[in-house]
């Protein structure tokens, strides 16, 4: 042990021992490879470890390393043990008979643990004991409870057997009503022959008797579904069963006769009757069969084969009319009885299992035509009719909720599938798009008559594919024709007929343009029109403009009132966008009627070129008067602008626009050619006075012969400068002024004098 205690202290001049090298790292470090805290993990395996070292670190390193690890853990248990070396000395002295104390202790606690054994057991047996005892019991109540469910179903079936012998045998027995004492001298459960002799008849006293006896019956079926597989229960069923078929015949006849009768208190117990064994159909097919059915027989009548008795016509709105008062008269009063509050009644639906169902066979049976969408008028005023008696329905349901009942009933979905709106949307589509697109096809324009014009809605329209386009815009939204759940539809197809007759409008043009007479034979109207033919278009499309997105767009908002400010908004936008397509259409037509006058223009411009063979090579002097043609040029223009097409439907503004757009085009036309004119004669004089001063240099000639002579260049531009001037003045008659258009600002420039141009006048 002598080894192990600690080594005497360093004295006190000795220095402390530095644990850093020179640059600073602790003497005794590792490598970042040899991580210490591997050998601590519970997974650690020496062979895998130096395995996966050798790979980057030669042997004798990672051995080298180990032992320098081995050696500092030693150096730190040697530490470990001579700080506590007193105490590790003196443990020895301590631990004195130690084994005499572990035989003494060991004694009890055998004791202990042998009693605990005990006590474990124990109470293991006891509690085995008491789960068997709790399963017992368990199953006990089990076989309680299925006991007492068949006592009781035993007791409900023979009290019901009891109240059903109580019910008369013979309809007969209480169909009138009252009866005498003598008749029956007992009624189960109290119901004695006092309340017949306190004036009680013997109908509602039977109807009250069923209610019991459907109450029993409803505890029945609770307890039957209950003990489902029951041998007992299977015993029963005949039973059971024919106490059923008992009751449902009672009850029938029952509520047959408080129908007959109009007893509201039959009525009521009967139908809590039916509400209790979860029959209302059943009642719902009495009141259609008995009551309904009479009724309607009468207004539609048919025979089986379901040909219409004495009526020619398929109209429903008469036949409608007259159910609504029966239904006022004959059933308003079992409505009403139906939905008295509180009385757990709202699950009969008499208004669509009864009297629309009745409704429905009747016409299906009697007039099947009603339904058909192949004449459209008959179909629509039928279906308007159809949805008015539904509405009239629906006014008997006592709230909201019975209205959203009523609407999902499966007789409800029934009925407004018979109305095919969808075909009859195709039947008007083809109807409204066909009569715009025989009216679009034809080869050119078909001006409306004057008595046409001057009546209607339609007078200020000039053209009959215009006077079609509004009428069949219109007729979308004829209460005659729209149908309100269809009006997106509708709404689509008038878009549709505004953009067919922009495209129509638009595709003529652009062939005109284009000059192509045979590509498309819808475009040949546009080959074959007159200025005077155009003005008819940008007359009626500004009024077409103004009537879409005036009284029409009031209209198919009026219509629409009873929608979402959303949608209305929506519809807006939309009649508004395609009215402002057609707007978009007055600049093309407006610059198709330049086009023509233009280049009937440039035909008079053509002689232009007859100056040069005037002047060139003559003698003759200088011009002073302008030329024959000028006066031409603006004919055309003027020719349409008196015309009486466009002093009786172009506005001031638009006459204005075709003016100052005719007189930039045509001064632009005049322009181009006057300057290649100009061009050639110079360079043509240059080319001639070359050719001159070569063969007079050659003959020995004086050079400046000619130079004070007038030449023809200059001849002709002065007579171009006397036309610009006189086409400057014709201008300024149709009210243009020359000197704002640029083309005629170059033209001066190009033709004037060199005193004169910088300033315009004529």
């Given at each position: 042990?002598?080894?192990?205690?600690?080594?005497?202290?360093?004295?006190?001049?000795?220095?402390?021992?530095?644990?850093?090298?020179?640059?600073?790292?602790?003497?005794?470090?590792?490598?970042?490879?040899?991580?210490?805290?591997?050998?601590?993990?519970?997974?650690?395996?020496?062979?895998?470890?130096?395995?996966?070292?050798?790979?980057?670190?030669?042997?004798?390193?990672?051995?080298?390393?180990?032992?320098?690890?081995?050696?500092?853990?030693?150096?730190?248990?040697?530490?470990?043990?001579?700080?506590?070396?007193?105490?590790?000395?003196?443990?020895?002295?301590?631990?004195?008979?130690?084994?005499?104390?572990?035989?003494?202790?060991?004694?009890?606690?055998?004791?202990?643990?042998?009693?605990?054994?005990?006590?474990?057991?124990?109470?293991?047996?006891?509690?085995?004991?008491?789960?068997?005892?709790?399963?017992?019991?368990?199953?006990?109540?089990?076989?309680?409870?299925?006991?007492?469910?068949?006592?009781?179903?035993?007791?409900?079936?023979?009290?019901?057997?009891?109240?059903?012998?109580?019910?008369?045998?013979?309809?007969?027995?209480?169909?009138?009503?009252?009866?005498?004492?003598?008749?029956?001298?007992?009624?189960?459960?109290?119901?004695?022959?006092?309340?017949?002799?306190?004036?009680?008849?013997?109908?509602?006293?039977?109807?009250?008797?069923?209610?019991?006896?459907?109450?029993?019956?409803?505890?029945?079926?609770?307890?039957?579904?209950?003990?489902?597989?029951?041998?007992?229960?299977?015993?029963?069923?005949?039973?059971?069963?024919?106490?059923?078929?008992?009751?449902?015949?009672?009850?029938?006849?029952?509520?047959?006769?408080?129908?007959?009768?109009?007893?509201?208190?039959?009525?009521?117990?009967?139908?809590?009757?039916?509400?209790?064994?979860?029959?209302?159909?059943?009642?719902?097919?009495?009141?259609?069969?008995?009551?309904?059915?009479?009724?309607?027989?009468?207004?539609?009548?048919?025979?089986?084969?379901?040909?219409?008795?004495?009526?020619?016509?398929?109209?429903?709105?008469?036949?409608?009319?007259?159910?609504?008062?029966?239904?006022?008269?004959?059933?308003?009063?079992?409505?009403?009885?139906?939905?008295?509050?509180?009385?757990?009644?709202?699950?009969?639906?008499?208004?669509?299992?009864?009297?629309?169902?009745?409704?429905?066979?009747?016409?299906?049976?009697?007039?099947?035509?009603?339904?058909?969408?192949?004449?459209?008028?008959?179909?629509?005023?039928?279906?308007?009719?159809?949805?008015?008696?539904?509405?009239?329905?629906?006014?008997?349901?006592?709230?909201?909720?019975?209205?959203?009942?009523?609407?999902?009933?499966?007789?409800?979905?029934?009925?407004?599938?018979?109305?095919?709106?969808?075909?009859?949307?195709?039947?008007?589509?083809?109807?409204?798009?066909?009569?715009?697109?025989?009216?679009?096809?034809?080869?050119?324009?078909?001006?409306?008559?004057?008595?046409?014009?001057?009546?209607?809605?339609?007078?200020?329209?000039?053209?009959?594919?215009?006077?079609?386009?509004?009428?069949?815009?219109?007729?979308?939204?004829?209460?005659?024709?729209?149908?309100?759940?269809?009006?997106?539809?509708?709404?689509?197809?008038?878009?549709?007929?505004?953009?067919?007759?922009?495209?129509?409008?638009?595709?003529?043009?652009?062939?005109?343009?284009?000059?192509?007479?045979?590509?498309?034979?819808?475009?040949?109207?546009?080959?074959?029109?007159?200025?005077?033919?155009?003005?008819?278009?940008?007359?009626?499309?500004?009024?077409?403009?103004?009537?879409?997105?005036?009284?029409?767009?009031?209209?198919?908002?009026?219509?629409?009132?009873?929608?979402?400010?959303?949608?209305?908004?929506?519809?807006?936008?939309?009649?508004?966008?395609?009215?402002?397509?057609?707007?978009?259409?007055?600049?093309?037509?407006?610059?198709?009627?330049?086009?023509?006058v233009v280049e009937k223009s440039v035909e008079d411009l053509r002689q232009l070129k007859g100056i040069t063979a005037t002047y060139r090579m003559t003698n003759k002097p200088l011009p002073?008067?302008?030329?024959?043609?000028?006066?031409?040029?603006?004919?055309?223009?003027?020719?349409?602008?008196?015309?009486?097409?466009?002093?009786?439907?172009?506005?001031?503004?638009?006459?204005?626009?075709?003016?100052?757009?005719?007189?930039?085009?045509?001064?632009?036309?005049?322009?181009?050619?006057?300057?290649?004119?100009?061009?050639?004669?110079?360079?043509?004089?240059?080319?001639?006075?070359?050719?001159?001063?070569?063969?007079?240099?050659?003959?020995?000639?004086?050079?400046?012969?000619?130079?004070?002579?007038?030449?023809?260049?200059?001849?002709?531009?002065?007579?171009?400068?006397?036309?610009?001037?006189?086409?400057?003045?014709?201008?300024?008659?149709?009210?243009?002024?020359?000197?704002?258009?640029?083309?005629?600002?170059?033209?001066?420039?190009?033709?004037?004098?060199?005193?004169?141009?910088?300033?315009?006048?004529?």
């Amino acid at each position: 042990m002598a080894d192990l205690r600690s080594p005497p202290p360093p004295s006190a001049a000795s220095p402390p021992r530095s644990t850093t090298d020179l640059f600073g790292d602790p003497i005794d470090a590792h490598p970042l490879w040899f991580r210490q805290s591997s050998f601590l993990h519970p997974e650690f395996d020496s062979e895998a470890y130096i395995a996966d070292l050798r790979t980057f670190v030669p042997f004798e390193t990672l051995r080298s390393e180990l032992r320098s690890h081995l050696s500092s853990l030693k150096h730190e248990l040697v530490e470990l043990i001579n700080r506590d070396y007193a105490n590790f000395v003196n443990l020895s002295t301590k631990l004195v008979d130690v084994d005499a104390a572990v035989v003494r202790m060991r004694a009890p606690l055998t004791e202990i643990r042998e009693k605990i054994v005990e006590f474990r057991v124990a109470v293991e047996g006891s509690l085995v004991a008491l789960q068997s005892g709790l399963r017992q019991r368990a199953e006990a109540e089990a076989a309680k409870e299925v006991l007492q469910l068949l006592l009781d179903t035993f007791h409900v079936v023979s009290k019901v057997e009891k109240l059903i012998k109580e019910l008369p045998s013979v309809a007969a027995d209480w169909s009138n009503g009252d009866v005498k004492p003598a008749e029956k001298d007992h009624l189960s459960n109290g119901i004695s022959l006092q309340y017949t002799e306190n004036g009680t008849n013997l109908r509602e006293t039977q109807s009250m008797l069923l209610e019991r006896i459907a109450s029993e019956m409803n505890r029945l079926k609770f307890y039957i579904t209950h003990a489902q597989n029951l041998p007992f229960i299977e015993n029963m069923e005949k039973r059971i069963r024919n106490a059923s078929l008992l009751l449902d015949a009672s009850l029938r006849h029952c509520f047959v006769d408080g129908l007959e009768h109009r007893d509201a208190n039959v009525i009521y117990n009967c139908l809590r009757a039916y509400a209790a064994i979860d029959n209302t159909s059943s009642a719902e097919e009495i009141f259609r069969s008995t009551v309904v059915a009479r009724l309607v027989q009468k207004i539609i009548p048919h025979n089986s084969a379901g040909v219409v008795g004495g009526a020619s016509q398929d109209e429903l709105d008469e036949d409608y009319k007259q159910i609504k008062q029966y239904i006022e008269k004959d059933c308003k009063f079992l409505l009403e009885i139906s939905s008295t509050e509180n009385s757990g009644l709202h699950v009969f639906s008499f208004l669509a299992n009864s009297i629309l169902k009745e409704v429905l066979s009747a016409i299906q049976k009697g007039k099947p035509g009603a339904f058909s969408p192949g004449r459209p008028k008959e179909f629509l005023k039928n279906y308007r009719a159809s949805l008015d008696i539904l509405a009239h329905l629906e006014g008997y349901c006592p709230s909201r909720s019975a209205v959203t009942k009523f609407r999902a009933e499966a007789v409800y979905i029934e009925f407004m599938k018979q109305w095919n709106v969808g075909v009859y949307f195709s039947l008007r589509f083809q109807e409204i798009a066909g009569a715009l697109d025989s009216a679009l096809m034809g080869a050119s324009f078909v001006p409306m008559q004057t008595s046409h014009l001057q009546s209607g809605n339609t007078q200020d329209l000039t053209l009959k594919q215009s006077v079609t386009l509004l009428e069949c815009l219109r007729s979308c939204w004829r209460e005659d024709v729209l149908v309100l759940s269809c009006s997106d539809k509708f709404l689509r197809l008038s878009l549709q007929l505004l953009s067919r007759y922009s495209n129509w409008l638009s595709a003529g043009l652009a062939a005109r343009k284009a000059g192509n007479t045979g590509s498309n034979p819808v475009s040949e109207w546009s080959i074959s029109a007159i200025p005077d033919d155009f003005v008819y278009i940008i007359h009626d499309l500004n009024c077409l403009v103004a009537n879409i997105c005036g009284d029409f767009l009031g209209h198919v908002i009026e219509v629409l009132s009873s929608c979402s400010t959303e949608i209305v908004d929506l519809v807006k936008q939309s009649i508004l966008q395609g009215g402002k397509s057609l707007k978009d259409l007055v600049p093309l037509v407006t610059n198709s009627i330049i086009e023509t006058v233009v280049e009937k223009s440039v035909e008079d411009l053509r002689q232009l070129k007859g100056i040069t063979a005037t002047y060139r090579m003559t003698n003759k002097p200088l011009p002073v008067r302008h030329s024959p043609y000028v006066s031409g040029v603006l004919r055309p223009l003027k020719a349409f602008l008196d015309g009486e097409r466009s002093a009786t439907y172009l506005t001031r503004d638009m006459r204005d626009e075709l003016v100052q757009g005719a007189a930039v085009e045509i001064t632009g036309r005049y322009h181009e050619l006057a300057a290649d004119l100009v061009s050639v004669a110079r360079k043509t004089e240059s080319s001639l006075q070359r050719i001159r001063q070569g063969a007079q240099r050659r003959a020995g000639a004086s050079s400046d012969v000619s130079d004070h002579n007038v030449s023809d260049t200059d001849k002709i531009c002065m007579q171009l400068f006397l036309d610009i001037q006189e086409f400057g003045r014709n201008l300024a008659a149709l009210g243009v002024e020359a000197a704002k258009i640029p083309a005629y600002r170059s033209l001066w420039q190009c033709v004037a004098p060199t005193d004169r141009q910088n300033t315009i006048s004529f």
